[in-house]
């Protein structure tokens, strides 16, 4: 079973998710960039484009995103974003 982080995701008004994830693809401003567990600090600006989450039981959950930024540190990733589709909560949620 593969190691799984603390991700993080915050919009304006809410926190949109906080949960495990054991691999993390966002679009940083200057294109995709991975994260795993125990990845080294990072501080990167945000972009447009399709934020990929793969939970726990190995399912990938898939959003939009616009700007904002990231933060990896001490195995917890935050993301401040500035836009995200509607209802992103839920479809970042495990299948039950």
């Known amino acids: 079973m593969?190691?799984?982080?603390?991700?993080?995701i915050f919009t304006q008004e809410?926190?949109?998710f906080d949960g495990p994830v054991v691999s993390?693809?966002?679009p940083a401003a200057s294109g995709y960039l991975?994260?795993?567990?125990?990845?080294?600090p990072l501080v990167a600006l945000l972009g447009e484009g399709t934020l990929t989450i793969k939970n726990p039981p190995g399912e990938d959950r898939q959003?939009?995103?616009?700007?904002?930024?990231?933060?990896?540190?001490?195995?917890?990733?935050t993301m401040l974003v500035d836009?995200?589709?509607p209802g992103a909560a839920l479809q970042l949620q495990p299948a039950e």
């Open 14 to 16: 809410k926190k949109v």
């Open 34 to 40: 991975g994260v795993l567990a125990h990845h080294a």
């Open 2 to 8: 593969a190691t799984s982080f603390q991700l993080q």
């Open 63 to 77: 959003v939009h995103v616009a700007g904002g930024f990231l933060e990896v540190r001490d195995n917890v990733a």
């Open 24 to 26: 993390l693809i966002v």
């Open 83 to 85: 836009a995200m589709d």
